[in-house]
């Protein structure tokens, strides 16, 4: 049930317009900087194309100097490296863009925005499908976000491993395309 799911929120996030994506990531942000303006240190993902555009959230994050990382796969699982405007991106054998650098603490984060598929009514994400975030972040007691689509709201029994958002802001899509 939950590939028949990821299969089909992919498949509706590749629908969404440019203009659809704008308007949502204005509401992220309004979101992000009444949640987290307080915040100083924060883990985020670089989208991949289908995936909700957060890098306006780390450009905030830049102008107001706070600490931005970016996880990298290695062998040990997800690790965090620090990323600022001029930090060269390099991608990664699957396909992710990932930074150079020194490797530090999930713990230095005041709060992680986390990608994901689909979230339940009771926060739990339902992510790739590979594991890689629910076992990087089992451990995490900080605030985990989530900025997504109202229809990433679906419904699924979670696993015991599957993570929970702290809080998940999901907008409507407008209806209109450009």
């Not at 949640?35 to 957060?54: D, R, T």
């Not at 996880?71 to 150079?100: C, H, I, M, N």
């Not at 598929?117 to 590979?130: A, E, T």
């Amino acid at each position: 049930m939950k590939n028949s799911l990821r299969h089909q929120i992919k498949n509706q996030l590749r629908t969404v317009t440019s203009s659809q994506k704008l308007q949502a990531e204005a509401r992220w942000l309004d979101a992000f900087i009444s949640h987290c303006g307080h915040l100083e240190s924060f883990g985020f993902y670089y989208p991949m194309s289908y995936e909700p555009n957060v890098l306006p959230l780390i450009q905030y994050c830049w102008s107001k100097s706070k600490k931005v990382y970016l996880p990298v796969l290695s062998s040990q699982g997800l690790v965090w490296k620090s990323y600022q405007a001029d930090t060269a991106l390099v991608r990664s054998s699957l396909g992710f863009l990932e930074p150079l650098g020194e490797v530090h603490s999930l713990t230095t984060m005041t709060a992680v925005i986390v990608p994901f598929l689909g979230v339940n009514q009771q926060g739990f994400r339902l992510g790739q499908g590979k594991g890689y975030f629910d076992k990087t972040m089992s451990a995490y007691k900080g605030q985990m976000l989530g900025f997504g689509y109202d229809f990433q709201r679906v419904s699924f029994e979670e696993d015991d491993w599957d993570m929970a958002f702290t809080h998940c802001f999901l907008v409507p899509v407008n209806s209109k395309t450009s």
